[in-house]
């Protein structure tokens, strides 16, 4: 009996045709993601420092930020992004270097803003000493 080969069906991608976009930079001491999505929120793209191959210390790095912000940026450029804004998040290394990224990614930035949390009232303070 003989063997009937099946070929494999590739299955294309829907690319989305989306004008503007927001880029949302999440940069910590340890690594930064970026996720671009629409104006809704859905996710368009997104990369981070450790999914690049980066390991440990580097990942902290302003480097791997701007290589991560490349790589999300330009895969939401195949969808038709020209236009973001950039909400950045988070006390690290990346945030500036990241911005950077965007821009020359040939990418139109309307707006940067910055959301990273601030404590009102901060934490409770520890209980008393005593002795």
Known sequence: MA???????KKRKDLKRIEKGQVHVHTT???TIVTVT?????TISWASAGVLGYKGSRKETAFAATQATE??????????VRK????VKGTGQGREPSIRAIQACD?????????SPI???GCRPPKRRRL
């Open 3 to 9: 063997t009937v080969k099946k070929s494999a069906i």
């Open 38 to 42: 629409d104006l809704q929120g859905n």
């Open 119 to 121: 404590p009102h009232n």
């Open 84 to 87: 973001v804004e950039v909400y």
């Open 29 to 31: 001491h340890n690594n």
């Open 107 to 115: 990418v139109d930035i309307t707006m940067i803003k910055d959301v």
């Open 71 to 80: 790589k999300a940026v330009n895969d939401a450029k195949m969808h038709g």
